[in-house]
């Protein structure tokens, strides 16, 4: 379970150094999370 959460801390560490020096990739981000969370709504 550990690794699991650390697994989960490097991912959104990558993504926000993504969205901070990436123009355009905090579309992207913000797309890609709305599609899932509209298909976990449904």
């Given amino acids: 379970m550990k690794q699991f959460y650390r697994g989960i ?3 959104l560490v990558l ?3 993504v ?3 990436v123009p355009g990739a905090a579309d992207w981000v913000e797309r890609t999370m ?3 969370v509209g298909r976990a709504a449904r």
């Fill in 34 to 36: 709305q599609s899932y």
């Fill in 19 to 21: 969205v901070w020096f």
């Fill in 15 to 17: 993504t926000v150094l």
């Fill in 9 to 11: 801390a490097v991912a």
